[in-house]
């Protein structure tokens, strides 16, 4: 046993791995599936090493001989949090033991607070690698990492160069790759796959053509395809239609209504800051086709929010009532020690300013952003998936930030006890 103080969190973790042959009961709580059209039951979670092996509603459940039961009567146990849209590894890390040491902190005080797996947008694969590891290892607490390739075009790339001496092999790298019309896409895949990526974040400077050839090359290599809504030049309907699995940022669907058939970004963005007014038409017309075609939003609400974006509001609850999936993912730095998680002001924006009741929001935040990652093994409260399980002692649905004061969280079958 493992204990670990968080003096600026005034918690303690206490970390018991169970055995190869442990088996965990969670009994008599309120399950919250992560489904939202599930209606929260009493029941009884059976857990056998890193899986929810069976769950039987009511109080009625006996417990079999050798389980390690919890009682969690009162209490309410939901899937793990999941951020889709993080960034731990964009920083200078120049300083190798000091990056680790400080991005170990954040991701420790992630799993206090009930987040169990991110999607990193993209950044160092070889860092992200390496954090995994330690992650898989139990060398230090913290969710499960998943990470983008990011391609974009030369003269993106060229701009991240001449911006920053930290960043002279931008575009160079198979995780950081430049993309022109004489790429070998398939190879530039391949690569990006190679370095642990499970998906290709199509970020700046290419075209339409580009980012069809991008998803389907992707596609082919079993990898998803994660856009940017707006591209540049591509505009949001070129990546609806590439057919790729998500669009994020809510904020950048408003150029789909800026005029001709491709957008620059630096007049774009002029244009968003100055008088502008969301023509919603031009939204529904977006959002039908990504439902059409099964695309999520990651709306990153409160990103844009904070940078007086408030449209992407608007556009968040018009998806959600089209009936577009909505992920929650953050795209904002976390603390090292306590404060406020970036992910509950998202979940809290999606609840309050976008319209969507309690339950759809902790789906979004569940198996939405499981789906989005390529997750069909964790997300739902459900037999047969990853036990990655928060318990609550409060309502979540009379509370979103009740979501992020476990009292216990489960990951992968290991009990993380949190005591203040």
Known sequence: MTILRNTGLFLTLTVATLTAQAQLVLQHATIITGDAAAKPR???VYIEKDKI????YGKAAKIPAGYKVIDCTGKYVAPG???A??????GNLSNLELANKKTDSVLQNMLHHGITTVRDMAGDAPFLAACRQRIAAQEVTGPDIFYAAQFAGPHYWELIRRGSRNSADQGTRPWFATIADTTNMAA?????R???ATGIKIYHDLSKQLVAAITTAAHRQGLLAWAHAAVFPAKPMDAARAGVNSMSHAADMAFEQLPGDMIESGKAWAAIYKNFTLDTSRQLQLLKEMKARNIFLDATVFHATSNKLTYAQTVTRLAYQTGVNIVAGTDWIYPEQGGTMPLQEELQLLQNKCGMPAAAVIQAATWNAARVTGLMDRGLV???MLANLIVLQHNPYDNLS???LPELVVKSGVLHEIKP
Do not use: S
């Open 402 to 404: 009740e979501l992020f």
């Open 42 to 44: 009493v029941g009884t």
């Open 188 to 192: 530039a895949i391949t690569a990006a």
């Open 81 to 83: 949090l999941i951020d």
């Open 85 to 90: 849209h993080v960034h731990l590894a964009t």
């Open 382 to 384: 459900k037999p047969g």
């Open 194 to 196: 190679n370095c642990g």
């Open 53 to 56: 092996t069976r769950i039987i």
